[in-house]
C-alpha cells in the first residue's frame, strides 16, 4: 500500500496550491481519506477529511471556507485545494486512508502518505 502525496511548495500570503494523493494496493473507494498537518515544533493536526463516495466532508475550523477536499475514485486520487494561505499554514502536509470511514482521529487511520512541504511566506 502506497500513498504518494504532492503538490507542495513556496508560495505567498494570500496565494493558492492543491495538493494531491494518489493511492496504490488498496480499493480505494472502500477509505474514507483525510488530510493532515504537522508544523514545526507542533503535534500533528486535522485539516480536513471525504466520504467513501465524496459526498461528505468535514474541516477544522481553522481552514474552513479556505481549503477544499474531494476525490476522485476512478484515479485512486483524493486532492486539497488551498486557497487564501496564510504563514501559519506552513506545515507538512499528509494523506492518510482510513477503513473505517472518514475520520478527524489519526488513530483511526491505517495508512499514511510521505508528507508534502507547503511554506507561505507573509
Known amino acids: 500500500v502506497q500513498l504518494q502525496a504532492s503538490g507542495g511548495g513556496l508560495v505567498q500570503a494570500g496565494g493558492s496550491l492543491r495538493l494531491s494523493c494518489v493511492a496504490s494496493?488498496?480499493?480505494?473507494?472502500?477509505?474514507?481519506m483525510a488530510w493532515f498537518r504537522q508544523a514545526p515544533g507542533k503535534e500533528r493536526e486535522f485539516v480536513a477529511t471525504i466520504s467513501l463516495s465524496g459526498s461528505s466532508t468535514h474541516y477544522a475550523s481553522s481552514v474552513e471556507g479556505r481549503f477544499s477536499i474531494s476525490r476522485d475514485n476512478a484515479k485512486n486520487t483524493v486532492y486539497l485545494q488551498m486557497n487564501s494561505l496564510k504563514p501559519e499554514d506552513t506545515a507538512v502536509y499528509y494523506c492518510?486512508?482510513?477503513?473505517?470511514?472518514?475520520?478527524?482521529?489519526?488513530?483511526?487511520?491505517?495508512?499514511w502518505g510521505q508528507g508534502t512541504l507547503v511554506t507561505v511566506s507573509s
Open positions: 494496493g488498496v480499493t480505494f473507494s472502500l477509505y474514507g
Open positions: 492518510a486512508a482510513s477503513r473505517a470511514g472518514p475520520s478527524s482521529n489519526s488513530r483511526r487511520h491505517d495508512y
